[in-house]
T-cell receptor
Framework: EPEVTQTPSHQVTQMGQEVILRCVPI?????FYWYRQILGQKVEFLVS????????KSEIFDDQFSVERPDGSNFTLKIRSTKLEDSAMYFC????????????FGPGTRLTVT | RKEVEQDPGPFNVPEGATVAFNCTYS??????FFWYRQDCRKEPKLLMS???SGNEDGRFTAQLNRASQYISLLIRDSKLSDSATYLC??????????????FGTGTQLKVEL
């Protein structure tokens, strides 16, 4: 069964450093998403991406964040200058759109900012 | 009012019991609804979509009540392996999957011997 994959599983970084989180969505999916979940809190939407551009973003997704689909398979989330409050689990998800709006999540990257 | 609201629980039930969770949503224009299961420190796994007519998948039944703006999940014959947090998710617009999911905080279920 195809699945979303994410690397790394855990990233530790110092405050102010840049991080890039990587995702490989399900191969025939067209819509890609990033969500985050701070420990003990709910899953929060960050950004959606379709046809090589951002289709929607949340208030959390400020100028420190960017997304890219550098090739036909990867989807990345970059945080330019990490803050302590960026520590969270970051989930990538994908959907094939059309008649199915179901989103499938990757295993997540745990980001720890020290 | 929160966009998506769930009773956090925990719901402690004996094995074999039937348990039901509700989730309310505030946006009456919401179009798509889902139940996800999340194990501790893992990703949300899609359990089922919720359709207007209701749908069933084995021991799991999901229903939508648009008039009262809630969705429900019923689990029959609970098993120890059903212990998890159940997340309600709402997609406010029905435009082909290009839209965000808004999640509730989740309801924790513990199934005991």
């Amino acid at each position: 069964e195809p699945e979303v994959t994410q690397t790394p599983s855990h990233q530790v970084t110092q405050m102010g450093q840049e991080v890039i989180l990587r995702c490989v969505p399900i191969s025939n999916h067209l819509y890609f998403y990033w969500y985050r979940q701070i420990l003990g809190q709910k899953v929060e939407f960050l950004v959606s991406f379709y046809n090589n551009e951002i289709s929607e973003k949340s208030e959390i997704f400020d100028d420190q964040f960017s997304v890219e689909r550098p090739d036909g398979s990867n989807f990345t989330l970059k945080i330019r200058s990490t803050k302590l409050e960026d520590s969270a689990m970051y989930f990538c998800a994908s959907s094939n759109g059309g008649s199915s709006y179901e989103q499938y999540f990757g295993p997540g990257t745990r980001l720890t900012v020290t | 009012r929160k966009e998506v609201e769930q009773d956090p629980g925990p719901f402690n039930v004996p094995e074999g019991a039937t348990v039901a969770f509700n989730c309310t949503y505030s946006n009456s224009a919401s179009q798509s609804f889902f139940w996800y299961r999340q194990d501790c420190r893992k990703e949300p796994k899609l359990l089922m979509s919720v359709y207007s007519s209701g749908n069933e998948d084995g021991r799991f039944t999901a229903q939508l009540n648009r008039a009262s703006q809630y969705i429900s999940l019923l689990i029959r014959d609970s098993k120890l392996s059903d212990s998890a947090t159940y997340l309600c998710a709402v997609n406010p617009r029905n435009t082909g999957g290009g839209n965000k999911l808004t999640f509730g905080t989740g309801t924790q279920l513990k199934v005991e011997l």
